[in-house]
């Protein structure tokens, strides 16, 4: 069953990346996609974010050690969306 749900989000995550990269989809199912998959994974990274300040009253070093990784995610997920879609839209 595991391996179930590991092969329906993959294709759901990785077909929602290659989808909304590509020009020849209509404008605003590539929008909706896009806007999809930034609320999927903002809401991980804050729910991360958020549980490294609730373990941070328990344990110091645990919450550093999670919110100091929700944060990376944040920002090397900023950076990959402006290097997948600003840089093939020639918009640097």
């Known amino acids: 069953m ?3 749900f590991e092969l329906i989000f993959e294709l759901l995550i990785e077909g929602g990346i290659e989808i909304s990269a ?3 989809v209509n404008k605003w199912i590539r929008y909706f996609i896009i806007f999809l998959l930034v609320v ?3 809401a991980v990274i804050f729910g991360l974010l958020f549980l490294g300040i609730l373990i941070l009253k328990k ?3 645990g919450g550093i050690f999670i919110i100091t990784i929700s944060v990376m995610m944040l920002v090397l997920s900023i950076i ?3 290097k997948i ?3 093939k839209n020639n918009l640097k």
Do not use: M, Q, T
């Open 2 to 4: 595991d391996i179930v």
């Open 22 to 24: 590509n020009k020849k």
């Open 40 to 42: 999927l994974f903002s």
């Open 59 to 61: 344990s110091l070093l």
């Open 80 to 82: 990959k969306f402006k």
């Open 85 to 87: 879609y600003l840089s």
